[in-house]
Every structure is written in C-alpha cells, then in structure tokens.
C-alpha cells in the first residue's frame, strides 16, 4: 500500500501561483511514474501532467502547458506542481497518483494505482 497527501491547495486570484506538493509513505520502494489529476464540480476527472520515476521525462495536458511544472524529489518521496498564471479555469480539486504501469499511458486514470485524498485549488477572477 502507498498513502498519498496533497498539500498546498487554498484560494488565489487569477494570475497567482501555487504549489502543490504529494507526499508518499508506505512501500515507496517500487518506481512509480507519478501524475496529477483534477476534477472541477460536475464535471470528469481529468489529466493535469505526469512525471516519470527518473524525473527525466515529464508529460501535460494542453490547457495546462507553459503554466505548470512537475518535479519530484525522490529522497524524499515527494512530487510537486507548480501552477503558474493561475485562471478561474483551473478550480478544481487537485488528486496525485502513483503507476507502477509498464508501459503507461500516463493520461489514463486507470492506470494508477493509488491516489490521495484531494486538494482544493479555487481561483478567483
């Protein structure tokens, strides 16, 4: 079992950044490939960005690319996303997820197989 935390959510105005982190616990020992999903009221769960185990590769949706970046320190077991140029747009709570998929497709929800418990992220205008 893995358990994830998110941290970092909270309200800003359009324009503001933000960081958001997920930390890992429990059997961290595999290579996980991690990702960020949101999901705004009524509407579906959907694909933020993903990062490789390595950090070396990094994977984002188009709405959200130039504006965030994924790192992720492995020593530490926590992956981060910085959310630049923040739009009303991007309210929504805020999931990461460990894969252990081989091979993944990284924007596939069903391809993860933990997730925390959710961030909230609102925007104002």
């Known amino acids: 079992q893995v358990q994830l935390v998110e941290s970092g959510g909270g309200l800003v105005q359009a324009g503001d950044s933000l960081r958001l982190s997920c930390a890992a616990s429990?059997?961290?020992?595999?290579?996980?490939?991690m990702g960020w999903f949101r999901q705004a009221p009524g509407k579906e769960r959907e694909f933020v960005g993903a990062i490789s185990w390595s950090g070396s590769s990094t994977y984002y949706a188009d709405s959200v690319t130039g504006r965030f970046t994924i790192s992720r320190n492995n020593a530490i077991n926590t992956v981060y996303l910085q959310m630049n140029s923040l739009k009303p747009e991007d309210t929504a709570v805020y999931f990461c997820?460990?894969?252990?998929?081989?091979?993944?497709?990284?924007?596939?929800?069903?391809?993860?197989?933990?997730w925390g418990q959710g961030t909230q992220v609102t925007v104002s205008s």
């Open positions: 429990g059997r961290t020992r595999s290579r996980y490939a």
């Open positions: 997820a460990t894969s252990t998929a081989s091979p993944i497709a990284y924007g596939r929800g069903s391809d993860y197989d933990y």
